[in-house]
Nanobody, 118 residues
Framework: QVQLVESGGGLVQAGGSLRLSCAAS????????MGWYRQAPGKQRELVAV???????NYADSMKGRFTISRDNAKNTVYLQMNSLKSEDTAVYYC????????????WGQGTQVTVSS
């Protein structure tokens, strides 16, 4: 059974940084496609960043240059380094996983709250 556990959220001032972690179990992590999504109150869940099993990354335009997604297959963990945080980054951040063979099903973590104060 897939289990995804996020950590690293909290309260930070605008311009500051946070590093989120997502520990995965119940899968062959190295062949998964991992991602981060976020959802602010009253808004739809949106893509933040994804990273494939081959290390190819993709970011939403508003995050490019500020956020970096990475993975450590030895630790079964994906990270999101967030720099130059803005108040509009305030949201619950969710870890996402898709698995082979077709990568069609989405698995989700419980989310971690990020609050950026101005």
């Amino acid at each position: 059974q897939v289990q995804l556990v996020e950590s690293g959220g909290g309260l930070v001032q605008a311009g500051g940084s946070l590093r989120l972690s997502c520990a995965a179990s119940g899968s062959n992590f190295s062949v998964t496609r991992m991602g981060w999504y976020r959802q602010a109150p009253g808004k739809q869940r949106e893509l933040v960043a994804v990273i494939t099993s081959g290390g190819i990354t993709n970011y939403a335009d508003s995050m490019k240059g500020r956020f970096t997604i990475s993975r450590d297959n030895a630790k079964n963990t994906v990270y999101l380094q967030m720099n130059s945080l803005k108040s509009e980054d305030t949201a619950v951040y969710y870890c996402n996983q898709r698995r082979p063979p077709d990568y069609s099903r989405h698995y989700w973590g419980q989310g971690t709250q990020v609050t950026v104060s101005s």
